[in-house]
């Protein structure tokens, strides 16, 4: 059993957060001829910053990442994107039905991507606390 607070530093550091996420979100699932046809894949071990080289005692688990298995995240992007694209290029002070809908529509999708990206937050900022990365 490795003891885990002998090799803290190595660990617990912030530039790890790329490598996590990479595992989190982009990780690729692994399809075989056999039931169940789809397998979640171990992590990258490889850095993907060969600048800052990943610890020996650095492991992963088998994880498919969100864009794969939840392809709907896709989706949301996109309608994020428009909506955004949409705010910044401004607008009529007087707006047709239609138009108040598909703000109604943007209002909706915008909130529930923030509701999204802080619950995402939280998870981390937790896990963070947990491990002494982040002060309470």
Same mark, same amino acid.
């Given at each position: 059993? @490795? #003891?885990?607070q *002998?090799?803290? #530093?190595?660990? @617990?550091?912030?530039?790890?957060?790329l490598?996590?996420?990479?595992n989190?979100?982009l990780n690729?699932? &692994?399809?075989?001829?056999?039931?169940?046809?789809?397998y /979640?894949?171990?992590?990258n +071990? *490889? /850095?993907i910053?060969?600048s800052y080289?990943?610890? /020996? @005692?650095h492991?992963?688990?088998?994880a !498919?990442?969100?864009?794969?298995?939840?392809p709907?995240?896709?989706?949301? +992007?996109i309608?994020?994107?428009?909506?955004? *694209? =949409?705010?910044?290029?401004?607008g !009529? &002070? *007087?707006?047709?039905? &239609?138009e108040?809908?598909?703000?109604l529509?943007?209002?909706i999708t915008l =909130?529930l991507?923030?509701?999204?990206?802080? !619950?995402?937050?939280? +998870?981390l900022?937790?896990?963070?606390?947990?491990?002494? @990365?982040w002060?309470?």
């Amino acid at each position: 059993m @490795i #003891n885990v607070q *002998k090799h803290y #530093n190595e660990l @617990i550091n912030l530039i790890y957060i790329l490598q996590n996420l990479y595992n989190y979100l982009l990780n690729p699932f &692994d399809v075989r001829g056999e039931f169940p046809y789809l397998y /979640a894949q171990y992590g990258n +071990i *490889k /850095a993907i910053l060969s600048s800052y080289p990943l610890p /020996a @005692i650095h492991s992963v688990q088998q994880a !498919a990442g969100l864009l794969y298995s939840v392809p709907f995240i896709v989706f949301g +992007i996109i309608s994020l994107r428009s909506i955004f *694209k =949409t705010l910044f290029k401004g607008g !009529a &002070d *007087k707006l047709s039905p &239609d138009e108040d809908v598909r703000r109604l529509f943007n209002w909706i999708t915008l =909130t529930l991507g923030g509701a999204c990206l802080a !619950a995402f937050v939280v +998870i981390l900022r937790f896990f963070g606390i947990r491990c002494g @990365i982040w002060k309470m």
